[in-house]
């Protein structure tokens, strides 16, 4: 993931920063605990692809 990119993207819903993870191939919202999918390098900023995560996925982000 691009840095350039990630630093202008931000949750749809909230507006917060998102995290990249790169094994998961996800950048995740801790505060609506969502986590959008990146398919071929193209992130999915769609709440209904997104998926929700644990409380615990979401700690250990942070």
Do not use: F
């Amino acid at each position: 993931m691009d840095k350039k990119l990630l630093d202008i993207l931000a949750c749809p819903l909230c507006k917060s920063s998102l995290h990249y993870a790169k094994e998961q191939q996800e950048l995740t919202c801790i505060p609506c605990r969502l986590a959008y999918p990146v398919r071929d390098d193209i992130p999915v900023m769609l709440s209904d692809q997104a998926r929700k995560i644990t409380a615990d996925e979401a700690k250990a982000l942070k």
